[in-house]
């Protein structure tokens, strides 16, 4: 490869200042002809490169900036190569955050990239092994920079270090792609509005056939790579086999389909019939494939293709082979022109257990030229870990929604001269929530109810609420007082058959290493006790190591109405004290999980400063009602980013 390029300069610090000649646009700078951001310097750098730069081409194309019309598609397809090469140098021999800018050079049509890292002392690297952030079809590091650019090199400022690249555009004559072709997306669905728009542009409009080895050999590599990002986002088996569709189509086949297969006992999906073709893997014969999409160059031959497929499933006989198998031509459902032509169809397998089927086809061809048979097949086996990745999520989410009915409770109490309010957003939708709460009877003219945090989410989450609730309620309706039930659950947290459940639901997730031991079981719990009387609401209650209930006077007065006591599971000993106060009429009690106190903005949180309680001052005058949704709108608005842990609060307010 040679001398690695180098420039230092030591007299400019400006950021934004070029790094180097080639960066220097001829004539007046158009700022939207400039791509920039700031990435982290984590795995998924390389693969927010690429998404960059293939949405700023596809604006830039839409805008009819100058030079854009040179803006082909090897071009782009080796622009997004050399990103995504630079980017994963960076996150590996740097390891900083990295800022990544592109910009189309007027009237040229040439693209500049500059991948800037902060380790100016580390020169880039350039390695034959392969990245471990990447698929196979990296590491070949800066040979390849170097290669496909027209010039690049390395400038060191102070802090800072660029490697830029300048690759101009291709020659005229062999440069065929259009504006159109550049801005063509797919105008679907809302739901897959975004997916498909990326894969469109992924597979554009065919070239002239001598040209396919050609964006084979460029830009299969970027296609795979970018393919494999786009997929693993997905979590609907659906949308899966609908993005397959729109990758393949028009690029590497006139036409595919997509079957899904049922996982239970091997067999096919529901959709068919015995009559239909269906198979199992245990060879008895199953209810029949699901035609989950079908995807033609031509929009209106789809339902018409549909149909021909749906009586013609395949028929896989050779267990879990990948490889393509014959496909019988479906020329009943095309156009004279389109009566002969190929098709192949790949099983999609993951994890030693067979999903689906990909049939493709393209008209007018004896055989389909090996280097599409194989780039299909690596698309295929992506497009079934994609839909392994989003079958196992449904089940998960599935288990989840389960879990957490039985969980919480199924309605809340409804107390005498008390107005309540109730927001419960559990953050990770794919497995059971740490918190919950509880608002329920216990008899002789009392009500009790509970906001708890558990430590950690998932099955160990689920075992401590599954036994801290019945408790709750058991203990109550017993008559036990508030800290005589906190004792007693705190004793249950620390005794050897709770952890026996624990250690069997860890299980249930996986299996324990060496070394596993006992998993602590910390619960914070907010405890209370409601008895009416004429005139108020006597609350006795108790916080263990749980945010402190606010209590709001009818004048914005706001006051704490308990004190400070240890988590529960944490020292076998421990004692707890209760604290009872009159809830007079237009007095409100708010009780929060951390998911709110610890709502966080940057490094400052919501109840930095009193935050909580000044938000609840100005809720004086509200109903409970009113309270709780405010409360909920100004967490969510604290942050720019959705809540990234559970929240839940319980309002409760004497009429």
Aim: charged residues 25%.
């Amino acid at each position: 490869m040679g001398a690695i390029p180098t420039q230092r300069e030591t007299a400019r610090c400006v950021s934004d200042a070029p790094a180097q000649p080639h960066a220097l646009p001829h004539g007046p700078v158009d700022p939207r002809a400039r791509a920039h951001a700031t990435l982290p310097g984590s795995p998924v750098a390389p693969g927010s490169a690429r998404a960059l730069l293939r949405t700023a081409f596809t604006d830039w194309a839409r805008l009819g900036l100058p030079g854009t019309e040179h803006l082909t598609e090897g071009l782009a397809d080796d622009a997004v190569l050399v990103a995504s090469e630079l980017v994963t140098n960076a996150v590996v021999h740097a390891g900083t955050d990295v800022e990544v800018v592109c910009r189309l050079e007027e009237p040229t049509g040439a693209l500049v990239l500059e991948v800037c890292d902060r380790h100016p002392s580390r020169a880039p690297r350039d390695s034959d092994a392969e990245s471990p952030y990447e698929t196979p079809e990296y590491g070949r590091g800066l040979r390849l920079v170097s290669t496909l650019a027209e010039s690049w090199g390395v400038t060191y400022r102070k802090g800072a270090k660029t490697v830029w690249a300048r690759l101009a555009r291709e020659d005229e004559e062999g440069a065929e792609r259009t504006d159109e072709d550049a801005i063509a997306v797919y105008d679907s669905r809302q739901a897959l509005e975004r997916g498909l728009d990326v894969a469109e542009f992924l597979a554009p409009e065919p070239r002239r056939p001598e040209r396919d080895r050609d964006w084979l050999n460029r830009g299969a590599l970027s296609f795979l790579a970018e393919a494999s990002d786009l997929l693993a986002g997905q979590l609907d088996e659906n949308l899966v086999a609908a993005l397959a569709g729109q990758l393949i189509v028009p690029r590497l086949a006139d036409w595919c389909a997509v079957w899904l297969e049922d996982e239970v006992m091997g067999r096919w999906g529901s959709g068919g019939s015995d009559s239909a073709g269906g198979w199992a893997a245990d060879g008895t014969g199953g209810t029949g494939p699901r035609l989950a999409r079908v995807w033609h160059g031509s929009e209106n031959r789809i339902e018409q293709l549909r149909r021909a497929l749906e009586k013609d499933p395949p028929h896989p006989t050779d267990g879990l082979r990948s490889g393509p198998v014959s496909y019988p031509w479906p020329g009943q459902a095309l156009d004279l022109r389109d009566a002969h032509g190929t098709a192949l169809a790949y099983r999609l397998v993951a994890g030693g257990r067979p999903l689906g089927t990909l049939v493709i086809g393209r008209s007018g061809l004896l055989r389909f030229p090996d280097e599409i048979t194989g780039l299909v097949e690596d698309l295929s086996r992506r497009v079934a870990l994609a839909i392994g990745a989003a079958r196992q999520y449904a089940r998960q989410a599935t288990i989840s929604r389960v879990l957490q009915r039985g969980l919480l409770p199924t309605a809340v109490a409804e107390i005498p001269g008390v107005h309540s309010a109730l927001v419960y957003e559990p953050c990770d939708k794919g497995g059971p929530s740490g918190d919950f709460y509880d608002l329920f009877p216990a008899g002789d003219g009392r009500w009790c109810f509970a906001v708890g945090d558990v430590q950690g989410k998932g099955p160990e989450a689920a075992v401590v609420i599954g036994l801290a609730r019945p408790w709750l309620r058991l203990l109550a309706r017993e008559g036990y007082r508030v800290a005589d039930v906190l004792d007693r659950l705190n004793r249950l947290l620390l005794d050897d058959a709770t952890e026996a459940a624990d250690a069997a639901a860890r299980a249930l997730v996986q299996p324990a290493a060496p070394g596993d031991g006992p998993q602590t079981r910390f619960l914070s719990l907010l405890y209370g006790e409601l008895a009416p009387f004429e005139g108020g609401v006597r609350v006795t209650l108790a916080s263990a190591g749980h945010p402190l209930p606010l209590l709001l006077g009818p004048d914005g007065t706001v006051r704490t109405a308990a004190r400070p006591q240890t988590l529960l599971g944490v020292i076998e000993d421990e004692t707890y004290t209760s604290e009872t106060f009159e809830l007079l009429p237009g007095e409100t009690l708010l009780c929060v999980t951390d998911g709110v106190t610890e709502r966080r903005s940057g490094s400052d949180m919501f109840d930095d400063a009193d935050g909580l309680a000044t938000a609840l001052a100005g809720c004086a005058g509200l109903s409970a009602q009113l309270i709780a949704e405010r409360i909920k709108r100004l967490v969510h608005e604290f942050g720019g980013r959705p809540p990234e842990d559970d929240l839940a609060l319980l309002v409760l307010q004497a009429e």
